[in-house]
């Protein structure tokens, strides 16, 4: 569904008036342009990359090696677009193949012992269903013009895949995350682009893969971009769970990052959403995304009587590790799917966060330096 510019424009006046905002606009840059046409989004770039072996005949190792190859020759032609030093149209098309065919078959093979997440489930997905409670299937629940999203991204083409990798007992999409996620419609590759298409040419600033988690997803969303013709940024909107392979094959196509950083200690992140080793995989990730300078806006969702062992940690690390993001403190947290069944067994977040607590955490961030009033 898609919404009339003047009525986004009218409920959403922050949209227009964040780009304003000369930080906004100097962290953002890549994807401010890409959203307004003025640059080619990543995946736009990746399809101009020749490969000259067919992706067909290759091993999952055979793959990697040609990905690895093919993705220096992209960072090399990316970095030179991005820096005005050569125009998209120089770029001739190749014959047959390109980068994005080898990374959406590196995520096709990849399934055969899926290990597309930190879960590595390593079960054959063309057989079975991991811990995501998905096969090989990808689902769409819902795709429209967002306009809750944090300003610089509204409206927002958001696409809701069913199924997660992560158990949290509060979660607010736990009907597509948990409880039916395989109810949505099936899509393959060319549906999928096709939503895109009619999102980006209604009116989106950009696609925004989000669920549930778009990871386990990762494969058909790949391909999708291969039959994709319209520019448009690519917004990966995670629990930031994916595996070093998966972070590299997302590398050279997505424009702007949308992370949940959740917790500070490995500790809440098992009992609240069964999540090993937490910290250390999220953030690895968020230190890839940093060195490779990418737009990111991070969430962090305040948690009640969650912020010694939490949110401090959380912001202190981002003001240390990556301090080119925008960070979207968030207060909307409610006690939701099992939390409000079960209150009794996870009273610490039985209730909204306190007024005192909001407080507490924005002086944090304040103190720390971080940009979060923009997109807060
Ligand atoms: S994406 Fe699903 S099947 Fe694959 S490793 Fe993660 S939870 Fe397991």
Redesign the pocket.
Known sequence: MSVPSWYWRLVRPDAISVWEDEEVRRRLKWYYEVMVDAKPAKFMIAKRIEVYEDPGKLDLEGLWSLHEEASKRFWDVFEKIRSDKMRFEELPLPDKWNLLHVKSRIAWE??RS??????????N?YER??????DYRVYVHSWFHHLGEEAPLVPSGTIFYG?C?FRCVFCQNYDISQVTPREGILVDARKLALIQKELRETGARNINHVGGDP??S?HVILESLLYLDVNVPQLWNSNM?L?VESMKLLRDVIDIWLPDFKYGSNKCAIRLSAAPRYWEVVTRNLKMIAEWKDPVIIRHLVLPNHLECCTKPVLKWIAENIPHALVNVMEQYRPEHLVAKYPEKWPDISRRPRWREMQEAYEYAEKLGLVYKPVS
């Open positions: 990849t399934i899926c290990q597309l997440c930190e879960r590595r489930c390593r079960i997905r269903k991991g811990v995501c409670q998905l199924g990798n990871t386990p990762l769970y595996t």
